[in-house]
């Protein structure tokens, strides 16, 4: 009787068992195909979010292309990658060639070429270093200072006019879109000043008098 008893309780024990494990291998299967799902969804949000910021990127340096192309004849004797120098210039004042070129990402045989361009059409300038005559430091002139202003000055009224299309609730969550993504890069969310360089050598010296 007892026997009987034993072993019907065993029988029963050992269905418990294999149901028990059955449901944590079901369990395990459901958690990593959860988390598969979950590694897929990250990829793609990283995927979407990568080819949105492409897209702007796009969409800023067409500003700054029409921009330049937008201010007058001076504009028809200068690229866009010439433009940067003239910016880097503007906003860092007088510099030694290499200090230009690493600024602006280039080999200084590159800036230097893009300077003579500049030179010749009387945008930019070298002179002596006062404090060490064997250095030459590259300078705006007052052309090409005033070319930057006019540039600067359209593009931020064009990214403006763009903008002003968004909601207030669209603008307020761009702000922080882009403030972390420039945090996650490492550059600082908030300029100091209006002089401070942005990325590709733009500065945002708009006028504001």
Request: avoid cysteine.
């Amino acid at each position: 009787m007892n026997a009987d008893v034993d072993g019907t309780d065993a029988g029963v024990g050992a269905d418990v068992d294999v149901d028990a494990e059955a449901d944590v291998d079901v369990e395990a299967d459901v958690d990593a195909e959860a988390d598969v799902d979950a590694e897929a969804g990250v990829d793609a949000d990283v995927d979407a979010v990568t080819h949105a910021v492409l897209a702007a990127s796009r969409l800023l340096v067409t500003v700054s292309a029409r921009s330049l192309a937008a201010v007058a004849e001076q504009a028809e004797r200068v690229t866009l990658p010439q433009y940067r120098l003239l910016a880097v210039l503007a906003t860092h004042g007088d510099a030694k060639l290499v200090e230009v070129a690493e600024r602006l990402g280039v080999n200084p045989s590159t800036a230097m070429r893009m300077l003579d361009r500049l030179i010749a059409v009387g945008l930019a300038t070298r002179q002596s270093n006062p404090d060490n005559r064997r250095q030459t430091m590259l300078r705006l002139t007052p052309e090409g200072r005033r070319l930057v202003e006019q540039v600067m000055d359209a593009r931020h009224r064009e990214i403006s006019a763009i903008v002003e299309r968004l909601t207030p609730g669209q603008r307020t969550a761009l702000v922080g879109a882009l403030t972390a993504f420039i945090r996650a890069g490492g550059e600082p969310a908030v300029p100091g000043d209006d002089s401070e360089p942005y990325p590709l050598g733009w500065s945002d010296t708009h006028a504001r008098h």
